[in-house]
Protein backbone atom coordinates (compact mmCIF):
# COMPACT_ATOMS: atom_id res chain seq x y z
CA UNK A 1 0.00 0.00 0.00
CA UNK A 2 1.83 3.65 -1.19
CA UNK A 3 0.56 6.09 1.75
CA UNK A 4 0.34 9.31 -0.22
CA UNK A 5 1.73 12.58 1.26
CA UNK A 6 -0.45 15.57 1.75
CA UNK A 7 -0.75 17.24 -1.58
CA UNK A 8 -0.72 20.93 -2.67
CA UNK A 9 1.18 24.12 -3.86
CA UNK A 10 4.79 23.70 -2.69
CA UNK A 11 5.63 27.75 -2.56
CA UNK A 12 8.91 28.90 -0.78
CA UNK A 13 10.25 25.76 0.85
CA UNK A 14 6.66 24.92 2.45
CA UNK A 15 3.82 22.91 1.11
CA UNK A 16 0.59 24.74 0.88
CA UNK A 17 -2.63 22.10 1.71
CA UNK A 18 -5.18 24.62 0.51
CA UNK A 19 -5.97 26.17 -2.43
CA UNK A 20 -9.17 28.67 -3.91
CA UNK A 21 -10.38 26.86 -6.52
CA UNK A 22 -11.54 23.28 -5.52
CA UNK A 23 -9.57 20.36 -6.09
CA UNK A 24 -8.58 17.49 -8.46
CA UNK A 25 -9.35 13.99 -7.88
CA UNK A 26 -5.52 11.90 -8.33
CA UNK A 27 -7.34 8.48 -9.27
CA UNK A 28 -5.19 5.22 -9.91
CA UNK A 29 -5.41 4.20 -12.73
CA UNK A 30 -5.22 0.52 -12.11
CA UNK A 31 -8.32 0.30 -10.55
CA UNK A 32 -10.46 3.31 -11.20
CA UNK A 33 -10.26 4.79 -7.23
CA UNK A 34 -9.49 8.21 -6.35
CA UNK A 35 -6.13 8.16 -4.25
CA UNK A 36 -5.72 11.73 -2.93
CA UNK A 37 -6.80 15.16 -3.72
CA UNK A 38 -5.00 18.26 -4.88
CA UNK A 39 -6.43 21.47 -4.32
CA UNK A 40 -6.47 24.15 -7.32
CA UNK A 41 -4.25 27.23 -6.69
CA UNK A 42 -6.03 30.55 -6.34
CA UNK A 43 -4.99 33.47 -8.22
CA UNK A 44 -3.52 35.02 -5.29
CA UNK A 45 -1.71 31.51 -4.54
CA UNK A 46 -0.17 31.85 -8.26
CA UNK A 47 1.17 35.76 -7.84
CA UNK A 48 2.70 33.92 -4.23
CA UNK A 49 4.52 31.85 -5.78
CA UNK A 50 5.57 34.07 -9.17
CA UNK A 51 7.21 36.76 -6.23
CA UNK A 52 8.90 33.86 -4.29
CA UNK A 53 10.27 32.67 -7.60
CA UNK A 54 11.90 36.53 -8.25
CA UNK A 55 13.15 36.20 -4.55
CA UNK A 56 14.59 32.64 -4.91
CA UNK A 57 15.99 33.34 -8.53
CA UNK A 58 17.76 36.46 -6.90
CA UNK A 59 19.39 34.06 -4.42
CA UNK A 60 19.82 31.07 -6.30
CA UNK A 61 21.66 32.76 -9.30
CA UNK A 62 23.94 34.64 -7.04
CA UNK A 63 25.09 31.31 -5.79
CA UNK A 64 28.15 29.65 -7.62
CA UNK A 65 27.76 27.12 -10.00
CA UNK A 66 30.28 25.00 -7.68
CA UNK A 67 27.87 25.22 -5.20
CA UNK A 68 24.36 24.74 -6.93
CA UNK A 69 26.29 21.89 -8.97
CA UNK A 70 26.87 20.32 -5.12
CA UNK A 71 22.76 20.90 -4.18
CA UNK A 72 21.82 18.98 -7.76
CA UNK A 73 24.35 16.12 -6.72
CA UNK A 74 22.77 15.96 -3.44
CA UNK A 75 19.55 15.53 -4.72
CA UNK A 76 20.57 12.64 -6.84
CA UNK A 77 21.68 11.06 -4.20
CA UNK A 78 18.55 11.18 -2.18
CA UNK A 79 16.41 9.62 -5.24
CA UNK A 80 18.82 6.77 -5.45
CA UNK A 81 18.80 6.29 -2.05
CA UNK A 82 14.46 6.30 -2.16
CA UNK A 83 13.85 5.11 -5.28
CA UNK A 84 12.04 2.49 -4.37
CA UNK A 85 9.09 4.05 -1.85
CA UNK A 86 9.10 6.72 -4.93
CA UNK A 87 8.68 4.06 -7.93
CA UNK A 88 5.72 2.61 -5.95
CA UNK A 89 4.30 6.13 -5.59
CA UNK A 90 4.82 7.02 -9.46
CA UNK A 91 2.91 3.29 -10.29
CA UNK A 92 -0.13 4.35 -8.33
CA UNK A 93 -0.26 7.70 -10.09
CA UNK A 94 0.32 6.83 -13.54
CA UNK A 95 0.07 3.01 -14.01
CA UNK A 96 3.43 1.90 -15.60
CA UNK A 97 4.96 -1.12 -14.07
CA UNK A 98 7.27 -0.94 -10.96
CA UNK A 99 10.47 -1.75 -12.75
CA UNK A 100 10.01 1.06 -15.21
CA UNK A 101 8.97 3.55 -12.39
CA UNK A 102 12.30 2.53 -10.57
CA UNK A 103 14.07 3.50 -14.35
CA UNK A 104 12.67 6.99 -14.59
CA UNK A 105 13.60 7.70 -11.35
CA UNK A 106 17.26 6.77 -11.70
CA UNK A 107 17.07 8.79 -14.76
CA UNK A 108 16.24 11.33 -12.73
CA UNK A 109 19.24 11.15 -10.77
CA UNK A 110 21.63 10.65 -13.50
CA UNK A 111 20.08 13.92 -15.00
CA UNK A 112 20.21 16.24 -11.91
CA UNK A 113 24.05 14.85 -11.28
CA UNK A 114 24.89 15.64 -14.94
CA UNK A 115 23.11 19.10 -15.17
CA UNK A 116 24.95 20.18 -12.41
CA UNK A 117 28.11 19.34 -13.81
CA UNK A 118 27.60 20.67 -16.69
CA UNK A 119 26.05 24.09 -15.58
CA UNK A 120 29.65 24.23 -13.72
CA UNK A 121 31.10 24.13 -17.86
CA UNK A 122 28.94 27.37 -19.38
CA UNK A 123 31.75 29.39 -20.66
CA UNK A 124 32.30 32.87 -22.12
CA UNK A 125 34.58 33.97 -24.53
CA UNK A 126 37.12 36.22 -25.48
CA UNK A 127 36.80 38.19 -28.31
CA UNK A 128 39.93 39.45 -29.70
CA UNK A 129 39.86 43.63 -30.22
CA UNK A 130 40.60 45.71 -33.10
CA UNK A 131 41.77 48.61 -30.58
CA UNK A 132 45.48 48.38 -28.18
CA UNK A 133 43.80 48.42 -24.97
CA UNK A 134 40.43 47.12 -25.44
CA UNK A 135 38.56 43.76 -23.74
CA UNK A 136 36.23 42.02 -25.59
CA UNK A 137 34.07 39.54 -23.45
CA UNK A 138 30.85 37.34 -23.99
CA UNK A 139 29.17 36.30 -20.83
CA UNK A 140 26.58 33.60 -20.78
CA UNK A 141 24.11 34.78 -17.49
CA UNK A 142 20.81 33.21 -16.59
CA UNK A 143 17.67 33.93 -18.13
CA UNK A 144 15.55 34.40 -15.18
CA UNK A 145 12.71 32.74 -13.59
CA UNK A 146 11.09 30.03 -15.64
CA UNK A 147 7.56 28.73 -15.83
CA UNK A 148 7.56 25.16 -16.86
CA UNK A 149 4.84 23.14 -17.59
CA UNK A 150 4.58 19.06 -17.92
CA UNK A 151 2.70 16.26 -19.06
CA UNK A 152 1.71 12.93 -17.63
CA UNK A 153 3.23 10.56 -19.23
CA UNK A 154 6.57 10.54 -17.39
CA UNK A 155 5.60 12.42 -14.08
CA UNK A 156 8.84 12.83 -12.67
CA UNK A 157 11.45 12.84 -15.75
CA UNK A 158 9.86 15.33 -18.28
CA UNK A 159 10.06 18.15 -14.69
CA UNK A 160 13.38 17.13 -14.37
CA UNK A 161 14.37 17.65 -17.87
CA UNK A 162 13.55 20.99 -17.25
CA UNK A 163 13.93 21.75 -13.38
CA UNK A 164 17.46 20.11 -13.90
CA UNK A 165 19.21 22.25 -16.40
CA UNK A 166 17.05 25.86 -15.15
CA UNK A 167 18.88 25.24 -11.74
CA UNK A 168 22.03 24.31 -12.93
CA UNK A 169 22.00 27.63 -15.33
CA UNK A 170 20.94 29.52 -11.94
CA UNK A 171 17.43 30.03 -12.61
CA UNK A 172 14.19 29.71 -10.97
CA UNK A 173 11.40 27.52 -11.63
CA UNK A 174 7.43 27.85 -11.28
CA UNK A 175 6.29 24.28 -12.40
CA UNK A 176 3.03 23.17 -13.29
CA UNK A 177 2.74 19.14 -13.77
CA UNK A 178 -0.45 17.79 -14.99
CA UNK A 179 -3.43 17.84 -13.44
CA UNK A 180 -3.33 13.41 -13.61
CA UNK A 181 0.12 12.89 -12.00
CA UNK A 182 1.02 15.64 -9.27
CA UNK A 183 2.55 13.42 -6.65
CA UNK A 184 5.89 12.98 -8.22
CA UNK A 185 6.48 16.43 -8.90
CA UNK A 186 5.85 17.58 -5.14
CA UNK A 187 7.87 14.51 -4.05
CA UNK A 188 10.75 16.09 -6.50
CA UNK A 189 10.04 19.80 -4.97
CA UNK A 190 10.77 18.22 -1.42
CA UNK A 191 14.01 16.74 -1.74
CA UNK A 192 15.46 19.70 -3.91
CA UNK A 193 14.76 21.66 -0.76
CA UNK A 194 16.16 18.85 1.71
CA UNK A 195 18.98 19.04 -0.72
CA UNK A 196 19.55 22.22 0.04
CA UNK A 197 18.00 24.38 -2.69
CA UNK A 198 16.94 27.53 -0.93
CA UNK A 199 13.58 28.91 -1.08
CA UNK A 200 11.54 29.95 -3.90
CA UNK A 201 14.07 28.61 -6.13
CA UNK A 202 11.48 25.80 -7.42
CA UNK A 203 7.88 26.19 -6.47
CA UNK A 204 5.07 23.98 -7.47
CA UNK A 205 1.55 24.74 -8.99
CA UNK A 206 -1.54 23.11 -9.40
CA UNK A 207 -5.00 24.33 -10.89
CA UNK A 208 -6.59 24.72 -14.20
CA UNK A 209 -4.29 25.00 -17.01
CA UNK A 210 -5.32 27.78 -19.03
CA UNK A 211 -5.65 30.26 -15.98
CA UNK A 212 -1.77 28.78 -14.60
CA UNK A 213 -0.63 29.47 -18.15
CA UNK A 214 -1.89 32.74 -18.76
CA UNK A 215 -1.13 34.34 -14.97
CA UNK A 216 2.54 32.75 -15.79
CA UNK A 217 3.15 33.98 -18.94
CA UNK A 218 1.87 37.02 -18.43
CA UNK A 219 3.98 38.02 -15.51
CA UNK A 220 6.77 40.38 -16.19
CA UNK A 221 8.23 38.17 -13.71
CA UNK A 222 8.52 34.98 -15.72
CA UNK A 223 11.63 35.68 -18.26
CA UNK A 224 10.94 31.56 -20.08
CA UNK A 225 8.58 29.44 -20.99
CA UNK A 226 9.10 25.57 -21.19
CA UNK A 227 6.25 23.04 -22.30
CA UNK A 228 6.05 19.45 -22.34
CA UNK A 229 2.90 18.75 -24.22
CA UNK A 230 0.64 18.38 -27.55
CA UNK A 231 0.74 20.13 -30.47
CA UNK A 232 -2.34 21.77 -29.96
CA UNK A 233 -1.38 23.03 -26.53
CA UNK A 234 2.14 24.49 -27.75
CA UNK A 235 0.31 26.18 -30.22
CA UNK A 236 -1.98 28.11 -27.78
CA UNK A 237 1.63 29.00 -25.16
CA UNK A 238 3.96 29.57 -27.74
CA UNK A 239 1.73 32.44 -29.31
CA UNK A 240 0.96 33.85 -25.30
CA UNK A 241 5.03 33.86 -25.36
CA UNK A 242 4.87 35.61 -28.20
CA UNK A 243 2.92 37.92 -27.46
CA UNK A 244 3.97 38.75 -23.78
CA UNK A 245 8.06 38.32 -25.83
CA UNK A 246 9.14 35.63 -23.78
CA UNK A 247 11.82 32.81 -24.76
CA UNK A 248 10.04 29.72 -25.14
CA UNK A 249 11.25 25.93 -26.02
CA UNK A 250 8.64 23.62 -27.32
CA UNK A 251 8.67 20.00 -27.22
CA UNK A 252 5.61 18.96 -28.63
CA UNK A 253 4.14 15.87 -29.89
CA UNK A 254 5.36 12.93 -32.45
CA UNK A 255 4.47 9.81 -34.21
CA UNK A 256 7.66 8.14 -35.01
CA UNK A 257 8.51 6.08 -37.84
CA UNK A 258 10.12 3.13 -38.11
CA UNK A 259 11.56 2.39 -41.69
CA UNK A 260 12.74 -1.54 -41.86
CA UNK A 261 14.69 -2.72 -44.78
CA UNK A 262 14.88 -5.72 -46.45
CA UNK A 263 18.53 -6.22 -45.60
CA UNK A 264 17.84 -6.92 -41.62
CA UNK A 265 17.16 -10.20 -39.73
CA UNK A 266 13.54 -9.19 -38.92
CA UNK A 267 13.26 -11.95 -36.14
CA UNK A 268 16.21 -10.20 -34.10
CA UNK A 269 14.24 -6.68 -34.64
CA UNK A 270 10.64 -7.94 -34.10
CA UNK A 271 10.85 -8.27 -30.14
CA UNK A 272 12.95 -4.86 -29.51
CA UNK A 273 9.80 -3.31 -31.72
CA UNK A 274 7.62 -5.09 -29.21
CA UNK A 275 9.18 -3.85 -26.31
CA UNK A 276 9.65 0.19 -27.46
CA UNK A 277 6.36 0.24 -28.50
CA UNK A 278 4.27 -1.16 -25.56
CA UNK A 279 6.47 0.41 -22.91
CA UNK A 280 4.25 2.78 -20.96
CA UNK A 281 1.58 1.63 -22.98
CA UNK A 282 2.36 3.39 -25.83
CA UNK A 283 2.01 6.26 -23.92
CA UNK A 284 5.59 8.15 -24.90
CA UNK A 285 6.42 11.02 -27.10
CA UNK A 286 9.35 8.85 -28.89
CA UNK A 287 7.38 5.87 -29.16
CA UNK A 288 7.53 3.93 -32.33
CA UNK A 289 4.10 4.16 -33.97
CA UNK A 290 4.23 3.75 -37.86
CA UNK A 291 6.01 0.65 -39.09
CA UNK A 292 7.31 1.05 -42.62
CA UNK A 293 8.55 -2.17 -44.23
CA UNK A 294 9.94 -3.06 -46.99
CA UNK A 295 7.42 -5.63 -48.82
CA UNK A 296 10.46 -8.44 -49.41
CA UNK A 297 10.40 -8.83 -45.06
CA UNK A 298 7.08 -7.18 -44.14
CA UNK A 299 5.06 -10.67 -43.35
CA UNK A 300 8.44 -11.75 -41.19
CA UNK A 301 8.26 -9.02 -39.34
CA UNK A 302 5.04 -8.45 -39.12
CA UNK A 303 4.45 -12.57 -37.67
CA UNK A 304 6.97 -12.20 -35.31
CA UNK A 305 6.17 -8.33 -33.94
CA UNK A 306 2.31 -10.30 -33.49
CA UNK A 307 3.51 -13.15 -31.49
CA UNK A 308 5.62 -11.20 -29.23
CA UNK A 309 3.07 -8.71 -28.68
CA UNK A 310 0.10 -11.36 -27.51
CA UNK A 311 2.30 -12.69 -24.82
CA UNK A 312 2.77 -9.32 -23.04
CA UNK A 313 0.86 -9.49 -19.77
CA UNK A 314 -0.95 -6.31 -18.86
CA UNK A 315 -2.06 -5.64 -15.20
CA UNK A 316 -1.34 -3.27 -12.28
CA UNK A 317 2.11 -1.73 -12.60
CA UNK A 318 2.81 -2.68 -9.11
CA UNK A 319 2.05 -6.57 -9.60
CA UNK A 320 4.98 -9.03 -10.43
CA UNK A 321 5.32 -9.95 -14.00
CA UNK A 322 3.27 -7.28 -15.35
CA UNK A 323 4.68 -5.64 -18.61
CA UNK A 324 2.19 -3.18 -19.31
CA UNK A 325 0.20 -0.77 -17.02
CA UNK A 326 -3.09 0.88 -17.61
CA UNK A 327 -3.81 3.94 -19.57
CA UNK A 328 -3.12 6.91 -17.39
CA UNK A 329 -7.14 7.88 -17.57
CA UNK A 330 -10.51 6.66 -19.10
CA UNK A 331 -10.36 9.74 -21.71
CA UNK A 332 -7.12 7.80 -23.18
CA UNK A 333 -9.01 4.61 -22.74
CA UNK A 334 -11.33 6.25 -25.48
CA UNK A 335 -9.36 7.78 -27.53
CA UNK A 336 -7.42 4.05 -29.16
CA UNK A 337 -11.32 2.97 -28.89
CA UNK A 338 -12.20 6.14 -31.35
CA UNK A 339 -9.16 5.43 -32.96
CA UNK A 340 -9.50 1.41 -33.73
CA UNK A 341 -13.11 2.00 -34.61
CA UNK A 342 -12.46 4.99 -37.25
CA UNK A 343 -9.70 2.93 -39.15
CA UNK A 344 -12.11 -0.48 -39.25
CA UNK A 345 -14.64 1.81 -40.03
CA UNK A 346 -12.58 2.47 -43.21
CA UNK A 347 -11.66 -1.18 -44.09
CA UNK A 348 -8.21 -1.30 -42.21
CA UNK A 349 -7.43 -4.99 -40.36
CA UNK A 350 -6.87 -4.94 -36.97
CA UNK A 351 -4.66 -7.94 -36.46
CA UNK A 352 -4.02 -7.68 -32.62
CA UNK A 353 -5.91 -6.26 -30.30
CA UNK A 354 -7.94 -3.24 -30.26
CA UNK A 355 -10.25 -3.40 -27.31
CA UNK A 356 -10.70 -2.28 -23.91
CA UNK A 357 -9.75 -4.93 -20.92
CA UNK A 358 -12.21 -5.66 -18.27
CA UNK A 359 -9.71 -6.17 -15.25
CA UNK A 360 -11.30 -7.24 -11.87
CA UNK A 361 -10.46 -4.30 -10.29
CA UNK A 362 -11.64 -1.90 -12.51
CA UNK A 363 -9.10 0.52 -14.44
CA UNK A 364 -8.16 1.58 -17.56
CA UNK A 365 -6.64 -1.14 -19.39
CA UNK A 366 -6.72 -1.32 -23.25
CA UNK A 367 -5.10 -4.56 -25.50
CA UNK A 368 -1.72 -3.97 -27.05
CA UNK A 369 -3.08 -3.40 -30.29
CA UNK A 370 -1.82 -3.86 -34.73
CA UNK A 371 -3.44 -2.61 -37.38
CA UNK A 372 -2.92 -3.64 -40.83
CA UNK A 373 -3.69 -2.22 -44.22
CA UNK A 374 -4.94 1.41 -42.50
CA UNK A 375 -6.15 3.61 -45.60
CA UNK A 376 -3.77 6.79 -45.41
CA UNK A 377 -7.09 8.79 -44.45
CA UNK A 378 -7.78 7.19 -41.39
CA UNK A 379 -7.03 9.45 -38.10
CA UNK A 380 -4.70 7.11 -36.63
CA UNK A 381 -2.14 8.14 -39.63
CA UNK A 382 -2.46 12.00 -38.76
CA UNK A 383 -3.16 11.80 -35.47
CA UNK A 384 -0.48 10.58 -32.57
CA UNK A 385 -1.98 7.29 -31.22
CA UNK A 386 0.22 8.04 -27.95
CA UNK A 387 -0.81 4.11 -26.65
CA UNK A 388 -0.75 0.83 -27.33
CA UNK A 389 -1.66 1.04 -31.25
CA UNK A 390 0.67 -0.25 -33.84
CA UNK A 391 0.57 1.00 -37.43
CA UNK A 392 2.30 -2.04 -39.98
CA UNK A 393 2.77 -0.67 -43.38
CA UNK A 394 3.96 -1.80 -46.67
CA UNK A 395 6.75 -0.09 -48.71
CA UNK A 396 7.99 -1.10 -51.55
CA UNK A 397 11.57 0.53 -51.52
CA UNK A 398 13.46 3.03 -49.76
CA UNK A 399 12.26 6.27 -51.49
CA UNK A 400 8.72 5.65 -50.55
CA UNK A 401 9.73 4.90 -46.57
CA UNK A 402 11.27 8.50 -46.58
CA UNK A 403 8.54 9.68 -48.34
CA UNK A 404 5.83 8.45 -45.85
CA UNK A 405 8.14 8.88 -43.21
CA UNK A 406 8.31 12.97 -43.57
CA UNK A 407 4.89 12.39 -44.76
CA UNK A 408 3.59 14.17 -41.35
CA UNK A 409 4.06 17.42 -39.85
CA UNK A 410 5.50 15.75 -36.82
CA UNK A 411 9.07 15.14 -36.64
CA UNK A 412 10.41 14.36 -32.89
CA UNK A 413 11.78 10.90 -33.56
CA UNK A 414 12.41 8.02 -35.82
CA UNK A 415 14.10 5.13 -36.32
CA UNK A 416 15.82 3.02 -39.30
CA UNK A 417 16.81 -0.49 -39.51
CA UNK A 418 19.10 -1.23 -42.02
CA UNK A 419 22.99 -2.60 -42.61
CA UNK A 420 23.38 -0.13 -45.74
CA UNK A 421 25.70 2.58 -44.74
CA UNK A 422 24.03 3.96 -48.05
CA UNK A 423 20.89 4.36 -46.60
CA UNK A 424 22.42 5.30 -43.83
CA UNK A 425 23.75 8.37 -44.96
CA UNK A 426 20.71 9.54 -46.99
CA UNK A 427 18.29 8.72 -44.31
CA UNK A 428 20.20 10.92 -42.04
CA UNK A 429 20.42 13.70 -44.52
CA UNK A 430 16.70 13.42 -45.42
CA UNK A 431 14.19 12.08 -42.80
CA UNK A 432 12.99 15.01 -41.07
CA UNK A 433 13.38 14.50 -37.19
CA UNK A 434 15.44 16.38 -34.14
CA UNK A 435 16.07 12.89 -33.32
CA UNK A 436 17.05 9.61 -35.35
CA UNK A 437 18.65 6.34 -34.41
CA UNK A 438 19.32 3.55 -36.06
CA UNK A 439 19.32 -0.09 -35.59
CA UNK A 440 18.11 0.75 -32.15
CA UNK A 441 15.24 2.19 -30.34
CA UNK A 442 17.12 4.57 -28.09
CA UNK A 443 16.55 7.94 -29.58
CA UNK A 444 17.53 10.11 -26.67
CA UNK A 445 20.30 10.42 -23.44
CA UNK A 446 20.84 12.93 -21.05
CA UNK A 447 24.08 14.14 -22.67
CA UNK A 448 22.29 14.75 -26.01
CA UNK A 449 19.99 17.34 -26.96
CA UNK A 450 16.34 16.14 -27.34
CA UNK A 451 13.45 17.87 -29.37
CA UNK A 452 12.04 17.90 -33.01
CA UNK A 453 11.19 19.79 -35.87
CA UNK A 454 8.38 20.97 -37.89
CA UNK A 455 5.07 20.47 -35.46
CA UNK A 456 7.05 18.76 -33.05
CA UNK A 457 8.34 21.84 -31.54
CA UNK A 458 11.66 23.87 -31.28
CA UNK A 459 14.55 24.17 -28.38
CA UNK A 460 15.74 21.01 -26.75
CA UNK A 461 16.15 19.88 -23.82
CA UNK A 462 19.40 17.95 -22.36
CA UNK A 463 22.84 18.09 -23.44
CA UNK A 464 24.63 21.26 -23.57
CA UNK A 465 21.67 22.59 -25.36
CA UNK A 466 19.32 22.39 -23.17
CA UNK A 467 21.58 24.48 -20.38
CA UNK A 468 21.58 26.74 -23.49
CA UNK A 469 18.36 27.46 -23.26
CA UNK A 470 18.22 28.66 -19.81
CA UNK A 471 20.60 30.95 -20.10
CA UNK A 472 21.30 34.94 -22.22
CA UNK A 473 23.78 36.11 -24.21
CA UNK A 474 25.73 39.71 -22.69
CA UNK A 475 28.57 40.93 -24.59
CA UNK A 476 30.98 43.45 -22.83
CA UNK A 477 33.64 45.85 -24.00
CA UNK A 478 36.10 47.60 -21.68
CA UNK A 479 38.37 50.42 -22.87
CA UNK A 480 40.91 51.02 -20.21
CA UNK A 481 41.70 54.74 -19.04
Known sequence: MVEFAQLGQFVHGKLVATGGGGVIPLINPANGRTVATIPQASEQQLAMAVESSRHGFTTWSKTSAYDRAKVLRHAAQLIRERVGTLARLMTVEQGKPLAESRVEWLMCADAFEWAGDEGRRVYGRVIPSRAIGVSQVVHKF??????????????????????????????????KPASDTPASSTQLARMLHEAGLPDGALNVVHGKAAMVSQCLIESPVVRKVSLTG?????????????????????????????????????????????????????????????????????DRFVSGFLAHAAAIRTGDGLADGVQMGPLVSMR???????????????????SLGGRCIEAEQGGFFFEPTVIER???????????PFGPIAIMIRVQDVDEAVRRANALPFGLAAYCFTKDST???????????????FNQFQAGAIEAPFGGVKDSGFGAEGGTEGIDGYLVTKFVSHRAL
Open 374 to 384: VPDDAQVQHEE
Open 332 to 350: QMHTMMRLVEDARSRGATV
Open 423 to 437: HIDRISREVEAGMLA
Open 230 to 298: SADVGRTLAAQAGQNLKKCTMELGGHAPVIILRDVEVERIAPLAVAAKYRNAGQVCTSPTRFLIEDPVY
Open 142 to 175: PIGPVAAFTPWNFPAFSPTQKVAPALAAGCSVIL
